[in-house]
């Protein structure tokens, strides 16, 4: 798991539970407020997000929190859509619809299917191993299988160097858009390639 932090952690630290984003009175409150009375009522067994650690399985979608780190999770883990949070907030912010705030909650808590972006919420013990190293923006990197091809068809040799120009979360089996050193644009899955330190 990994976890992203404005504060610096060294390895073997311990993190605190954290509470969600608050504006008192805004539109992120009352949507927490929503979420924790569905889930306590309804969910008891699932951890508050007011008294929760998030966590995620892949650094890429929480690197904009802060610098990201490898942790240790023990204890209780649960994990669901964080689109639903996203989507009861537009409900109740754009067509101040209570009941479609309520629905998504549910389905939230439900942990249900995610569509987007998982979210892992931990009632428990995280620990720091050490930061995260992943593949992201702005790495180089070298091709280290053969048998790829660009998108005109044209092989990418094994050992081919490039620079990571973008990842897109939402695609699973090309997430990787690359810009090799011969100016061709590729978008690889993950495993066909190192990044060079």
Do not use: C
Request: charged share 35%; no cysteine.
């Amino acid at each position: 798991y990994y976890h992203a932090s404005p504060y610096i952690f060294n390895v073997g630290d311990v993190v605190r539970e954290s509470q969600p984003r608050l504006d008192p009175g805004g539109k992120f409150s009352k949507v927490e407020d929503i979420f924790e009375r569905i889930r306590r009522d309804e969910f008891p067994t699932r951890p508050s997000r007011f008294k929760a650690i998030f966590v995620d399985t892949d650094p890429r979608v929480i690197e904009s929190f802060g610098l990201v780190y490898a942790v240790k999770v023990e204890g209780k883990v649960f994990r669901t859509d964080q689109e639903q949070f996203t989507e009861a907030r537009i409900a109740l912010d754009r067509w101040k619809d209570l009941k479609e705030a309520e629905s998504r909650a549910r389905v939230y808590w439900s942990g249900g299917n995610w569509l987007s972006i998982p979210e892992v919420i931990v009632n428990g013990k995280v620990t720091i191993l050490g930061v995260a190293d992943y593949a992201k923006t702005g790495d180089k990197i070298q091709i280290m299988v053969d048998g790829l091809e660009d998108d005109e068809g044209q092989p990418i040799s094994k050992g081919a160097k490039g620079v990571i120009d973008y990842f897109d979360k939402y695609e699973e089996d090309l997430p990787f858009s690359v810009t090799l050193e011969d100016k061709r644009e590729v978008d690889l899955p993950a495993g066909v390639f190192k990044t060079l330190r």
